[in-house]
């Protein structure tokens, strides 16, 4: 049953998050350094997309400020503290552990509550509430951003979820019942489904380890993609391409091959394989697949550029 909206189509898009190697943690008992240890282990779960990643971190966790690039202190004792960007990823890299971009996906919640008395309600984007408070932020500590919905809905399925997300600009749905402290979790993407139940934190993490799952790529992994992309019929579109292709995180080089017509072939040296860099893309509207939903002949991909 799809919902009674008035959301216009927004253009699907990834969220870039400018702020994975950035966080604020408290300051516990005027320890300072366990307040770097845990800063760190903050940014290497966000940033690996792992739960585990401080386990496999080794002695770097004995000395975490030779990653810092910047922090200082609040009036009441919290740490604000940047890690270096380059320097994490090679401490990701020597411990076996993959590296997730900026560009991440953008998820609906879509969270129905069950009081007591047996009252049903939805959170929505307007009100305060703190279940979505809860779940703001584990998000912000596993780098995933978070859309909700404008008004409530009536009702919702599997069927229509993505439909749903779709209108809010979002690239999954995170489908919530929650009930007598406990919630049961689907997550609805294009890659499918999968489920999940517990506290009000295991949507997020639900959402965070499959995302990572596909997205994350191996930093020693480096490998070459011929991209493709018709469409390109003016210098503006050539720009806007070649600005977004160079500006992925996955991609560590690019460079023009060959032009015919309104079509330009690239050469992209990446983090991964074509099939992950092909989800990177996916995620944003502007450049659409020419694939088919095919799986990727050898390290080449087809698209078409829409302004």
Known sequence: MAWALVATALPVGAVTLGDLYETDQPVLNNARDAAFVDALKTVV????????????????????????????FTVDNVLQVGFDSVSVDRLLQESGLPIWGRERPATLVLLNVID??????????????????????????????????????????ETTALQEAERYG?????????????????????????????GMEEGVHLAADTFARVFAASGSSLGNVVVEVSGIGDLDAYASTLNYLEGMTLVRAVALEQVAGDTMRFKLAVRGDAATLR?????????????????PMGERLSFRYRP
């Open 45 to 72: 779960v966000r940033v690996s997309g792992q739960r585990d990643a401080p386990a496999r971190l080794g002695a770097a966790l004995n000395d975490p400020r030779k990653y810092v690039q910047r922090f200082g």
């Open 116 to 157: 007591p008395s047996g009252y049903s309600y939805w959170i929505s984007g307007d009100q305060p509430n703190a279940q979505k408070d809860i779940l703001e932020k584990v998000a912000r500590e596993r780098g995933l951003p978070l859309k909700w919905p404008a008004v409530a809905p009536q009702a919702i399925d």
């Open 170 to 198: 979002a690239n999954a749905a995170l489908l919530g019942r929650a009930q007598g402290g406990a919630v049961r979790w689907t997550l609805v993407s294009s890659e499918g489904s999968s489920l999940a139940s517990g």
């Open 279 to 295: 989800r990177a893309i996916a995620l944003d509207s502007r450049l659409v697949s020419q694939d088919d939903g095919a799986a």
